[in-house]
């Protein structure tokens, strides 16, 4: 009985407040510094929009009731000469640490999260549609029942095909494209006439990241497997290099 009430008392909270607010604790687990990103796609944006995160490091933000958007983490970042900061990978091409609104830039590893969406539930998922940089996990925190985390925690860089690969400066891969980036055809981008899940089915590309990250998103239509919900009420905690 006493869970039951409390139940209710959360539920009665909900129907007052119309939705709960989320916190989102950014762990980095690399050996490297990474710089995360932020893009508000629905709701009020997050207070930072850019950020950078040393080793060990850990940075928490709060996000507004019935907020969409998606995280990434920057690789290989610097400032130039003329004071302009960019990176190697999953830059967002702002020139500053502050994304300002823009996006990553492909290949990047992306999180994305819905809260309060259909039903109040939370949603959130792995995506590899736009390419891979570095393993990511998501962990909920709390909640009201069936939040499950999704990572994709291998490192598909070494394995990535000479054809989708990005190497830096010393010749090593550091990011993994999308077959839809490299070749613009429309079996890879479900675009056309491969525009359904019937006429988009996964290509030997995508499959290349499913087999490795069965959690995450590897293509366009990759729902089924890769989208998970909560209960709204908790938090979430991302680790970069889990």
């Given at each position: 009985m006493e869970a039951k009430r409390f139940f209710a008392i959360i539920l009665a909270l909900v129907s007052l407040?119309?939705?709960?607010s989320a916190t989102?604790?950014?762990?980095?687990d690399?050996?490297?510094?990474v710089w995360p990103g932020t893009l508000t796609g629905g709701g009020s944006q997050l207070s930072k929009t850019g950020f950078e995160l040393a080793t060990g490091a850990s940075l928490s933000v709060d996000a507004p009731a019935r907020w969409s958007g998606r995280f990434w983490a920057r690789t290989g970042c610097s400032?130039?000469?003329?004071?302009?900061?960019?990176c190697a990978t999953a830059d967002c091409a702002s020139g500053k640490i502050e994304c300002n609104g823009a996006g990553a830039i492909p290949p990047a590893t992306l999180l994305e999260f819905?809260?309060?969406?259909?039903?109040g539930k939370d949603f959130y998922d792995v995506s590899l549609v736009d390419g891979y940089n570095l393993p990511v996990s998501i962990t909920p925190q709390g909640g009201l029942g069936g939040c499950s985390s999704t990572a994709c925690m291998h490192k598909i860089n070494p394995i990535c095909l000479p054809e989708l690969s990005v190497k830096g400066a010393d010749g090593s891969v550091i990011a993994c494209k999308s077959a839809c980036e490299v070749f613009q055809q429309p079996q890879y981008c479900c675009t056309g006439s491969h525009n359904t899940p019937a006429t988009c089915p996964p290509t030997e590309y995508s499959k290349l990241f499913k087999d490795v990250c069965p959690q995450a998103y590897s293509y366009a239509y990759d729902d089924r497997s890769s989208t998970f919900t909560c209960a709204s009420g908790g938090n979430y905690v991302i680790t970069f290099c889990p």
């Amino acid at each position: 009985m006493e869970a039951k009430r409390f139940f209710a008392i959360i539920l009665a909270l909900v129907s007052l407040t119309g939705a709960f607010s989320a916190t989102f604790t950014f762990k980095n687990d690399c050996e490297y510094t990474v710089w995360p990103g932020t893009l508000t796609g629905g709701g009020s944006q997050l207070s930072k929009t850019g950020f950078e995160l040393a080793t060990g490091a850990s940075l928490s933000v709060d996000a507004p009731a019935r907020w969409s958007g998606r995280f990434w983490a920057r690789t290989g970042c610097s400032t130039d000469s003329s004071g302009r900061f960019n990176c190697a990978t999953a830059d967002c091409a702002s020139g500053k640490i502050e994304c300002n609104g823009a996006g990553a830039i492909p290949p990047a590893t992306l999180l994305e999260f819905t809260l309060n969406g259909d039903g109040g539930k939370d949603f959130y998922d792995v995506s590899l549609v736009d390419g891979y940089n570095l393993p990511v996990s998501i962990t909920p925190q709390g909640g009201l029942g069936g939040c499950s985390s999704t990572a994709c925690m291998h490192k598909i860089n070494p394995i990535c095909l000479p054809e989708l690969s990005v190497k830096g400066a010393d010749g090593s891969v550091i990011a993994c494209k999308s077959a839809c980036e490299v070749f613009q055809q429309p079996q890879y981008c479900c675009t056309g006439s491969h525009n359904t899940p019937a006429t988009c089915p996964p290509t030997e590309y995508s499959k290349l990241f499913k087999d490795v990250c069965p959690q995450a998103y590897s293509y366009a239509y990759d729902d089924r497997s890769s989208t998970f919900t909560c209960a709204s009420g908790g938090n979430y905690v991302i680790t970069f290099c889990p």
